[in-house]
């Protein structure tokens, strides 16, 4: 993951004073999982993601639509060669008011905002994805 583009995206949404987070596989590297990120996953609360998609109009973006699973409204953004993934979830989503509890580390000179590792797992167990929630469980152990 090229961390000019977390800067890059991590600066225009700070500067929206909203609720946003860095989650998946870039969350979990950035938090020391030794994980090879495809893209940048960000979530936001759907409210929010007319503010967020204009914050990138210099970007090319991908239209507003529902994910496969409805739970969240998502677009795409390309950066630098990165997919930028921005997922706004619904107010009565789990992962929505987990916004509230995000921890704030620093990353390429700006400061970022992660799910801590436990929300991760439970995330990943929640989605079907066990083999990846017991890996991030035995990192914590460590």
Not at 91 to 114: G, H, M
């Amino acid at each position: 993951m090229k961390s000019e583009v977390i800067k890059n995206v991590a600066s225009i949404l700070n500067r929206l004073s909203i609720k946003w987070a860095i989650i998946g596989s870039t969350s979990l590297a950035l938090q020391g999982i030794n994980t090879k990120p495809k893209d940048l996953d960000i979530l936001i609360k759907n409210k929010d993601i007319q503010k967020v998609k204009r914050a990138f109009k210099d970007y090319k973006t991908t239209e507003i639509k529902k994910n496969s699973s409805e739970e969240c409204e998502e677009f795409n953004v390309h950066i630098k060669d990165v997919e930028v993934q921005i997922c706004a979830d619904y107010e009565t989503s789990i992962y929505s008011r987990k916004l509230d509890e995000t921890k704030r580390i620093k990353c390429a000179e700006v400061e970022v905002n992660v799910f801590d590792l436990k929300t991760e797992a439970e995330c990943y167990e929640k989605t079907g994805r066990k083999e990846k929630a017991n890996m991030i469980r035995t990192f914590i152990k460590k």
